[in-house]
């Protein structure tokens, strides 16, 4: 039996269908893998002694979900439909743009999908993510669906939720539409136009304008480079310099590379503001990384571009 895990961009409305095409089904929406969340959730919404009992047990992992999942339902005929919402959170992001999973995550992912083949019942798993991700020890089973374009209710709803497309925003109304045109329900192309419509002097009009005349599949990489053409050309090598760094770095690691004459601090903020410098924000500090999606294009900016 294979395990269906479908990759979905955030659009957790989009279940419903499937939820209600298998019978006697019982989501379990969980965001982050914890081997102890994992056995709490399952025991909070067990009423069968014998699942308990098993859920219990001192069984390793695998052979304690395979076991539930055979013998500890709630009835016969119940399936379980594991949701791993916004799987953000179990992932490390890399440089090149690729996601590797955190190792904490692994081999609770790993025992939740062997225990469902070795059950040989349909129960199911969906990870909504953005980021696609490898497993190499069971990736033969994964299939993998990416939405199309949003429209309707599902792209009202992603609009409200970005601050330059909400209701109320301060955006000018014309230059909201347009971004929208432009974006053609593409959720990460507009993500990233609202956080381009927020900066100040950035040519909006004109950069909107060469991304429209791109064809839909290219419309990203057109408009990392307007922008990226549009920036200093310090501000550029300082994002050329960063490539060096195989996976995100605090600001002072960037620091290092570039010369006393660079305004580094201001550099990383507008290129941070503009989507062309990702950060990941922990407790400790704020790790930055450049887009993979600029990598071609720095290559050549930082061989072809002279800078003092």
């Known amino acids: 039996m294979s395990v269906k895990i479908v990759f979905y961009l ?17 989501l379990h929406y969980l965001r982050q893998l914890d081997e102890d969340k ?20 001192n069984l390793p992992l695998t052979q304690k979900l395979t076991k539930f999942l055979r013998e500890g339902l709630n ?39 062997k225990a469902i083949t070795q059950s040989r019942l349909p129960h199911r798993i969906i990870i909504t993510s953005r980021y696609d991700f490898l497993l190499p020890e069971l990736n033969q089973r994964f299939h993998r669906e990416q939405l199309a374009a949003l429209s309707g209710t599902d792209l009202q709803k992603k609009c409200n939720r970005l601050v330059s497309f909400a209701p109320g925003s301060e955006i000018d ?8 045109v432009t974006s053609a329900g593409n959720p990460r192309l507009l993500e990233w136009l609202n956080k381009v419509l927020k900066v100040q002097q950035v040519g909006k009009i004109q950069i909107l ?11 990203e990489s057109i408009l990392a480079e307007e922008l990226l053409n549009r ?38 903020s507008r290129a941070v503001a503009l989507g062309l ?7 400790e500090e704020t790790l ?3 887009s993979r999606i600029l990598k071609p294009l720095l290559h050549l900016i930082y061989l072809s571009k002279p800078c003092l």
């Open 10 to 26: 955030k659009m957790m409305s989009r279940l419903r269908s499937l939820v209600k095409a298998i019978k006697s089904s019982l």
């Open 38 to 57: 994992l056995l709490r959730q399952l025991a909070e919404e067990c009423l069968s002694a014998t699942g308990q009992e098993i859920l219990q047990s």
């Open 75 to 113: 009835e016969q005929a119940q399936r379980l439909i594991f949701v791993l919402d916004d799987f953000k959170a179990n992932l490390e992001l890399r440089t090149d743009g690729s996601a590797v999973l955190k190792p904490e995550a692994v081999a609770v992912l790993i025992s939740l999908l």
């Open 173 to 180: 109304r014309e230059l909201q539409l347009k971004a929208l």
């Open 209 to 219: 304008e060469q991304v429209e005349k791109t064809t839909q599949e290219f419309r």
């Open 231 to 268: 920036q200093p050309i310090k501000l550029q090598r300082m994002l050329g310099f960063s490539l060096v760094y195989k996976l995100p770095v605090p600001q002072s690691a960037i620091e290092v590379l570039c010369p006393k004459t660079f305004d580094v601090n201001s550099y990383i």
């Open 277 to 283: 410098l990702e950060c990941i924000h922990s407790q």
């Open 288 to 290: 930055y990384y450049v």
